[in-house]
């Protein structure tokens, strides 16, 4: 078995098979499995938020909601940002969360043909392994990096799921980035944060003083779930 990881989902060659991991630790994979794990029925990843208001708009009343985000802002009239905390059982539960993100959601939409397309992020590291370690196929784990650049977080977090998987998988073959990102991560296994901290929307993200959700965001293995993405809709 092998394990390809990209630093872009634009890197990602056309018609490559899955299994896929998508990840956006910081913040929108992030966001997909909480929502996902406190009950919401499925999330709907969209590019555009007009998008976003048309499809609401054919939910019956109630049973929808839209969040995201532009520049990590929340969207004028949207009931919900792209803060994971936001996204509580009380709030999201049995609704359908109809989401549009700058990195995250694009990303998923870049990689929209490929089976089966896993979300992935620190929150569900370990599980994600465990996922494709029973699959046994060779895969790919796609950043989705910042507006088109590499992103620390992202990576940090390949090489953790890598490293996870390499626990399962003895024999398991690593691409260069793969190697690299796991090498990344190994260096780091204490002090994650600190590695982290280097990246610009990090940086970013806590200029806006959003670090509650960078403390939420880099937990690891919170939840055993590993949402798939079908058809535009990511289901737990
Ligand atoms: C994205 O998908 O671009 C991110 O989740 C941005 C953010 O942190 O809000």
């Not at 299994?19 to 029925?41: C, E, F, K, N, Y």
């Not at 208001?53 to 109630?62: K, Q, S, V």
């Not at 620190?122 to 370690?133: C, S, Y």
Request: net charge negative.
């Amino acid at each position: 078995m092998k394990v390809t990881v990209y630093a872009l989902p634009t890197l990602v060659p056309p018609a490559t098979p899955g299994p896929a991991v998508v990840i956006d630790v910081l913040r929108a994979t992030s966001v997909m499995i909480t929502a996902l794990a406190h009950g919401a029925q499925a999330v709907r990843p969209v590019a555009e938020i007009e998008e976003a208001r048309a499809l609401a708009a054919t939910f019956p009343p109630g049973t929808a909601l839209c969040g995201g985000e532009r520049r990590a802002l929340p969207i004028p009239g949207f009931p919900l940002g792209n803060s994971p905390l936001e996204y509580t059982p009380e709030k999201v539960a049995g609704k359908t969360v109809i989401l549009t993100t700058t990195n995250g959601t694009r990303a998923l939409a870049a990689l929209r043909h490929v089976e089966p397309l896993f979300i992935g992020a620190f929150l569900n590291a370990g599980a994600v392994a465990r996922t494709l370690a029973h699959l046994g196929q060779d895969a790919i784990l796609v950043c989705s990096g910042t507006r088109g650049r590499f992103s620390l977080d992202d990576a940090s977090c390949a090489g953790r799921i890598v490293a996870h998987l390499k626990a399962l998988v003895p024999d398991l073959v690593l691409d260069d980035l793969a190697y690299a990102a796991l090498l990344l991560s190994e260096t780091h296994r204490t002090n994650l944060r600190e590695l982290i901290s280097h990246a610009g929307h990090y940086q970013y993200l806590l200029s806006l003083g959003l670090e509650p959700d960078i403390t939420y965001c880099l937990q690891e293995d919170v939840f055993d779930l590993v949402p798939s993405a079908s058809e535009g809709q990511i289901r737990g």
